[in-house]
């Protein structure tokens, strides 16, 4: 089973290319001259956007089926904290064609399978959606998916989709169908902060796949659901992590 996610780099203004800092300090971030300049940054404030625990009006995008994995240490995971691997979202299953719903409000602002393009990478995206869409079904290969801007510095990166009921532009309401769940994917939820922390891609990924080095700081989509709500009706589970990975802030 393959699971897609994002990446984004960044260039600290340094004789040699460093790694965006991580926790600690902050600092004014600009670029460098490089064969792949990065846009100068400033995060020397931290994140504007709200805090993930004062977020509200999220809810589950399944009503039934089985959550397989948590926000959580892995091994496969295509992003890193602190060098280890982290799963960094929700991954959920159920049948074939069950109906996906919004979590929250926002406006959709990318669909299909350019879902990348909104999904906080570095560098254009292009050349990485066109080689992983080329593949064959029953290989590693591009899901379809939905962003959706909550319009609190949050993007919803929802992956494994298909006959899609919304577009680019529309603007969603919770609940509202967004398309069906693929019968050869499992669906994926990352909640991405966008002005957050930088997490590193694995190495592999940025090898085989190439994938920037960089992705915006992904959150745990429990902490934007209410405590009363965290187990969707109908979705059997096992119990969370008691210490998940979690970025320092800045």
């Known amino acids: 089973m393959a699971i897609v996610v994002a990446a984004v780099a960044i260039v600290i203004a340094t004789p040699k290319f460093a790694e965006p ?56 995971g295509l992003l890193t904290i602190e060098g280890k691997r982290v799963n960094a979202g929700l991954v959920m299953s159920w049948f074939d064609g069950a109906w996906v719903k919004a979590p929250h409000k926002g406006k959709v602002v990318a669909t299909g399978r350019q879902w990348a393009t909104q999904a906080g990478f570095e560098d254009p995206m292009d050349d990485v959606i066109k080689k992983l869409s080329k593949k064959k079904r ?41 398309g069906r769940m693929a019968g050869h994917c499992c669906l994926r ?6 002005d957050g922390g930088w997490m590193r891609v694995a190495q592999s990924f940025i090898e085989r796949d190439g994938y920037p080095r960089y992705a915006r700081e992904r959150v745990d989509p429990l902490l934007v659901l209410d405590v009363e709500k965290k187990r969707a009706p109908g979705m059997t589970k096992r119990p969370p992590p008691e210490d998940p990975p979690r970025l320092e802030p800045l």
């Open 21 to 76: 800092a991580i926790g600690g300090a902050p600092a004014l971030v600009t670029a460098t001259a490089s064969s792949s300049p990065t846009p100068a940054v400033d995060v020397a404030q931290g994140p504007t956007s709200r805090p993930p625990e004062r977020l509200n009006g999220y809810g589950w995008p399944l009503r039934g089926g089985t959550l397989l994995a948590y926000f959580d240490w892995d091994r496969s």
């Open 138 to 178: 029953g290989t590693r290969r591009m899901p379809a998916g939905i962003v959706i801007d909550d319009g609190n510095g949050y993007h919803s990166v929802i992956t494994g989709l298909k006959d899609l009921t919304v577009k680019v532009g529309d603007k969603v309401k919770p609940g509202q169908a967004l």
């Open 189 to 194: 939820w990352e909640l991405v902060r966008m």
